[in-house]
C-alpha cells in the first residue's frame, strides 16, 4: 500500500504551542534518558505520511515519553472529553493536539475526526487498553475500533511498547515495533473477522514487544 506524504506544514498557528514546548522541554531528556529499541531494520525506518501509533499505558508521562521517541514529528493523542471540561486546561490540551473522545459513547463525529487527521498524512496515538495498565508482567486487553480507524484513514498502525521505571534513576525503555497495514484487498471495507484477526495480531506484537525491554 502506498502512503501518503506527511502535509503538515512546517509552521501553523495550530501546532505553535506543541512545538514550542516540545522544542523547549529537552532537558527532560536528562530526567528520562529514553532507550530505544527497535523490533527490526523496518521498525527503524523514520515515519512518513500518515500513521496510527498504539501503545501500552504504564504511567501518565508516557505522552511526553512517546513524543520523545519520535521526536521528529508532531503527535496527536486521543484522550477523554473529561481533559476538556474545565476552562484551563481546555486550551492546554487543545494546544497539545489532543483529539478529546467519550469513551462510554464514542460518536461519529469522533470517529470521523481521528480519520481526517490520518488521512491528511499526520500521526495520531492512541492507548488501546483504554487507560493506565499497571501490570508489568502483561499487556492489556484491546479495543478494535483502532483497526477500523487506521483502516478508513488509509495507514498503517505502529505499535510500541513502554517499561515503567522502577526507580528515578532508571532509564526509560521503548520498543518500537515495525508498521501493520491496514487496508483491505482491493480498496474494500475490512470484515469483522479481519479486525479482530488485526487486532489480536497486535496485541500479540506488544507483547513481544514487551520481551524486548
Partial sequence: MKQKRNKSPLFSLETLFFDFVKLTAIPGLL?????????NAEAKKKLRGGALIISNHVGFSDPVVLMMAIWYRRLRFICT??????KWSRPFF???LCIPIDRDRFGVDSFHEITDHLR???????FP?????????SVGSFKSGMVLMAAQGGVP???VCLKRRKHFYNRT????GAPVMTAAEGGGRL???KIQEITTQLHDREEALRELI
Fill in 81 to 86: 472529553k473529561e481533559f476538556f471540561q474545565s
Fill in 120 to 126: 491528511r498524512g499526520q500521526t495520531v496515538t492512541i
Fill in 191 to 193: 470484515p469483522l473477522s
Fill in 129 to 137: 487498553e483504554g487507560g493506565v495498565h499497571t501490570d508489568p508482567g
Fill in 94 to 96: 487543545r494546544g497539545f
Fill in 173 to 176: 525503555r521503548i520498543a518500537i
Fill in 157 to 159: 498502525i505502529v505499535p
Fill in 31 to 39: 530526567w528520562f534518558r529514553p532507550k530505544l529499541i527497535y523490533e
